[in-house]
């Protein structure tokens, strides 16, 4: 026998667990439940891939053990089993990244409803338990394994010559406690409740002390009419698929019949998991065959933009067989990607037009995941942009569609103007933004890294163009104002071009600005320019390439460029005005929350300044 410690985010679950305040404690059996049925699924389509594997596959099923007495209950099953390397990896150890994240988060709000995200149901026995043991063999091997633990810091395991196939949970039951709301876990009428409630569509028989009539129903809920269905077991259903807690946000159904046959069960969830951005993160829906469990998460039914998307698929048309390769070059499987890609979209966009409070949660949850099938799914963009909704100047409290703003367009305006940045506060004070605001034009505010790369691959909505109000040249003067601009760039001229010699270093050239009101000066880039912004991320992906130079953009308006234009009249020697310009463009680079080039010299110039101010 042998004794090891669990990693030490396994021990802080512990602890939650043992001395936890959750008020609903049967939902361990679910899990115990729920981990025993993928066990028997994941043998089937072993012996399905190995014809050479030795199980036992007479009778699958999933069996409660009762002891009254000795207070014990064993949730066994006959599936595929763990080795001892498997019980180790799984059991003492939670190997996920973001696993400190999600333990801070369910310490600090006790939320039951997160505890099945990140697969770690087993540990939700310590609810119930002062003891738990498990006995498990690995379908096609000789050894088994016992792995015991009272919930502390420690757990033992050893080999075992006689376990059979599958794997046992045994549960050494605190005492029921009703103020602790620890119901009596040998009742047979409490654990036939849980299991009809929880497990009623399990595909395998759940069997109280060796009765045959299983306590479950076992029908596949995507084959029942939906008249049939509650919608309290189309969320069992869903929880036990996603091991969210939380109702899904909506239920889509579909069927097709005719040359390609095929039923389908999906889930829009009502809360982001905690990995839906990590690389890590599995997607894609379950594939059955037949009613045959073929594959957990099949990534060719479902794109990756999709991933949160929550189901069954049950084709009957498909071989058992079906591996991820043939997959990828199945015509029918991309005729059902197309069709449910098509649903879930089609059913966002109902959210959207009946529920508002609903698609507000849906996009607040998965939005930035969606946007980015404007990059990869350009078959659907028109839908995906009619289904969006962005952050606009013209209200701080709620977003906006596309469709809204074309309809608030003003006459004469042919563009939808947006600015992207790290945050609303950095865009709305942005000197980008001055002219646009004084003229009363609205402007999206995009602040999900995603905006910085769909913007540049989207061409229009609606035939109005996207314009970024940060690059190229923004017309919203009438026609008296740029015959003004261009007399007065006649005066400018000279200084216009000593600022481009001056600060070749950092920027392509000089201009005279149409955006600015209030502020001396900006940077821009040119219309197909990569943002600064984007600029990072992709050197931050180990992107290597020269800086991109933008443009100076100077207020003629301003006193300080004024100033700076009379100086440089005066007197034919530039060099005392060489630091004043170094400042004014990093002036515009810190306005818009920029990298200076050379903060030590910047700030230098500047402490010069304000000596000679004084």
């Known amino acids: 026998m042998e004794t090891r410690e669990f990693q030490s985010e396994a021990r802080q679950l512990l602890r939650l667990m043992i001395h936890s305040i959750y008020s609903n404690k049967d939902t361990f059996l679910r899990e115990l439940v729920s981990n025993a049925s993928d066990a028997l699924d994941k043998l089937r389509l072993e012996t399905f891939r190995d014809k050479d594997l ?11 053990e009762v002891d009254a007495d000795a207070r014990t209950l064993t949730v066994r099953d006959n599936g595929i089993g763990m080795d001892r390397d498997e019980v180790v990896e799984l059991i003492g150890t939670i190997a996920r990244s973001g696993t400190a994240e999600f333990l801070k988060k369910l310490e600090q709000s006790r939320d039951q409803e997160l505890i099945g995200q990140f697969g770690i149901g087993f540990y939700s026995t310590f609810m119930v338990a002062d003891k738990v043991t498990l006995v498990t063999r690995r379908a096609g091997t000789d050894q088994g394994v016992r ?61 109280l002390d060796g009765e045959e009539k299983p306590l479950n129903s076992r029908k596949a809920l995507w084959a029942r009419p939906a008249s049939e269905v509650t919608e309290e077991e189309y969320a069992e259903f869903y929880r036990h698929l996603s091991h969210d807690w939380n109702k899904p946000l909506d239920t889509i159904l579909m069927r ?21 951005f990590m690389r890590e993160r599995k997607r894609g829906v379950q594939l059955y065959v037949k009613r045959v469990f073929i594959m957990e998460d099949c990534e060719e039914l479902m794109p990756e933009y999709l991933r949160f998307v929550k189901g069954v698929v ?21 005729l059902m990607r197309r069709r449910l890609v098509k ?28 946007k980015e099938g404007l990059l990869s799914d350009p078959d659907n963009r028109a839908t995906i942009l009619g289904i969006a909704s962005f952050d606009s100047t013209h209200d701080q409290d709620a977003q906006t569609t596309l469709a809204a703003y074309v309809e608030r367009m003003k006459d004469d305006q042919t563009d939808i103007y947006y600015m992207t940045g790290g945050t609303r506060a950095a865009i709305e004070n942005s000197p980008h933004l ?34 970024s109000i940060a690059k190229g040249q923004v017309d919203v003067q009438s ?8 007399e007065r760039g006649k005066d400018f001229a000279d200084l216009l071009a000593w600022l481009t010699t001056t600060l070749a270093d950092h920027v392509k050239e000089v201009r005279l600005s149409t955006r600015l009101t209030t502020s001396p000066a900006c940077v821009v880039g040119d219309s197909h320019d990569l ?50 310009a170094e400042l004014v463009y990093g002036m515009a680079v810190l306005a818009e929350g920029g990298d200076l080039p050379d903060p030590a010299r910047f700030v230098r110039l500047l402490s010069e300044q304000l000596q000679r101010a004084l």
Do not use: C
């Open 531 to 580: 943002s600064p912004t984007l600029e990072k991320m992709y050197r931050a992906m180990g992107q290597e390439f020269p800086p991109v130079k933008r443009i100076l953009e100077i207020n003629p308006d301003h006193a300080l460029v004024a100033g700076l234009r009379e100086r440089f009249a005066a007197d034919a020697d530039h060099s005392a005005i060489t630091g004043t």
């Open 479 to 486: 026609d008296d104002e740029k015959s003004a601009a261009q």
């Open 434 to 467: 001055e002219a646009l605001r004084a003229k009363g034009y609205e402007v999206l505010v995009l602040t999900d890294p995603i905006d910085e790369m769909w913007v540049d691959a989207v061409d229009e909505f609606e035939g109005k163009a996207f314009r």
């Open 147 to 207: 792995w015991e633990s009272t919930g502390e810091s420690t757990y033992t395991i050893e080999d075992v010559d006689d376990a059979p196939q599958g794997t046992a949970v045994t549960l050494h039951l605190k005492p029921a406690d009703d103020e602790d709301n620890l119901a009596d876990y040998t009742s047979t009428a409490k654990l036939t409740d849980i299991v009809k409630r929880y497990a009623d569509f399990i595909t395998w028989p759940v069997r």
């Open 256 to 276: 097709a019949e005719g040359s390609f046959e095929y039923q389908a069960l999906l889930f829009l969830p009502s809360r982001a998991p905690l990995d839906l």
């Open 343 to 370: 649903k879930v979209l089609s059913t966002v966009k109902t959210l959207q037009a009946d529920r508002p409070e609903d698609y507000a949660t849906f996009w607040r949850e998965f939005g930035a995941a969606v």
């Open 314 to 334: 049950d084709a009957q048309d498909l071989s058992l067989n079906v591996s991820r390769e043939i997959l990828q070059q199945d015509r029918q499987i991309q």
């Open 54 to 64: 030795v199980a036992d596959t007479s009778d699958p099923h999933i069996a409660l």
